[in-house]
């Protein structure tokens, strides 16, 4: 196992071509402040630059929670005192979030829990989510006075749809792991923490057991069909990937594997 140093807030540990990233604020229910999300900022610039990993697998420390979100105290106060702080936050966070989207190892939240306002939305922009049946989803940010941020309102549609977005966001309210199971949001579930290891490492390692290329170039395939407005340009862009996957050596050795020779 190779371990990342330097981090504040998080660790960062791969093993067998798989990182996992755990936020270290069970104090603060691993809320996402400044600190945390340039930590990630670093951590997903660092395993996009290692071709050999296949998955990261995202978690909060502790039980209580994946993420509460965002450290609220940072909100406080006049608007004209956070200007332009905030709306650089803003943007610097839009951008984190997305990496974990765009990085080339499929990502993956692992959530028991609470996960709730930044923390669901960290989670959103992962490639699956598997929680306990017990876990907590919201977007609370109604009861602060405030809208989703983080490119949230689009990424809450594309997953479960308008009408279930507005709900989620309009009440403030919160579903449990077998409603956000049902409505979309989570991949898989489990009956308890345990079971969650056990469906997290199942995940992991059937993308292992496939052509690790291919899955890298599905994902970025995928990205491109679900953000565009052109149905076409998607599919040029998924034919120019089909062509660079079979090209590949990968394709050809798991092909000949297939039709035994």
Not at 88 to 110: G, M, N, S, W
């Amino acid at each position: 196992m190779v371990s990342y140093d330097a981090y504040e807030s998080i660790t960062v540990d791969v093993d067998d071509g798989v990182a996992a990233v755990e936020l270290h604020r069970p104090e603060k229910h691993n809320a996402l402040s400044t600190e945390v999300l340039l930590d990630l900022q670093r951590a997903f610039s660092e395993l996009d630059l290692d071709r050999d990993i296949d998955a990261v697998v995202i978690a909060g420390e502790g039980d209580e929670a994946f993420s509460a979100g965002a450290d609220i105290e940072q909100y406080a106060g006049p608007a004209e005192e956070h200007d332009p702080l905030q709306k650089d936050r803003q943007a610097l966070f839009y951008d984190i979030y997305q990496q974990a989207r765009e990085i080339h190892p499929v990502t993956v939240a692992k959530i028991d829990g609470y996960c709730v306002g930044g923390g669901l939305i960290l989670a959103m922009y992962c490639d699956l989510r598997v929680a306990t049946e017990d876990a907590q989803f919201g977007v609370p940010t109604t009861d602060i006075g405030q809208i989703p941020g983080g490119g949230a309102t689009h990424r809450a549609v594309q997953l479960v749809g308008e009408a279930k977005a507005k709900e989620l966001v309009f009440t403030a309210g919160l579903v449990d792991g077998r409603e956000a199971h049902r409505i979309g949001l989570v991949n898989r579930l489990a009956e308890d923490a345990d079971g969650l290891d056990e469906e997290v490492e199942g995940i992991v390692g059937a993308i292992q057991d496939t052509g690790r290329l291919a899955v890298k170039n599905s994902k970025k395939s995928l990205n491109r069909a679900a953000d565009a407005t052109d149905p076409e340009a998607a599919r040029a862009y998924e034919a120019e990937l089909w062509w660079e996957q079979f090209a590949s050596e990968e394709r050809r050795r798991l092909v000949d594997e297939f039709v035994g020779e």
